[in-house]
């Protein structure tokens, strides 16, 4: 029984001590970004135009006064077009923003930059500073913008 014992633990020693075939390197060029410890890509940057990363800020609920009423007529075609183009957007998606509850009772959580707020996108000072703008759907498609006039 004492041979068998010392026999397993002969094998289980050579095995580990016993040199690991290497395989040959790989000589096809890779991407500069990829890491051979983990064997994957690094995670590719954000693009141009893109909304900025939230960095650990909390989102702030703003206590201003909107008539749910009113949307239709605050809703600005031109800042719309530019929002879903990505050219007047937030700069930090939702930051800070309000809920309403829209004519057919659906809840709305509008997206607010502009004016005193800030955190606005606007590479072509499209902007008013008199005016504060709601987010709907930002950084998408079907963006839609409400200016009003700042309180």
Known sequence: ?????RASILALATTLLLPIPVQAQDQTPRDPRWLPLINQQIAPQPELGAPL???GKRSMQLGLQVDPKELPRML?????TACALERFNQGENDR???RLT????????LGIAGGKVGNLHDPGRQALETQIYLFDKDWTSECKVYAMQAP
Do not use: C, E, F
């Open 1 to 5: 029984m004492a041979a068998s014992w």
């Open 53 to 55: 990363p939230r960095r």
């Open 76 to 80: 600005s075609k031109p800042l719309s």
């Open 96 to 98: 800070y923003y309000i």
């Open 102 to 109: 829209d004519a057919d009772g659906k809840p709305l959580r």
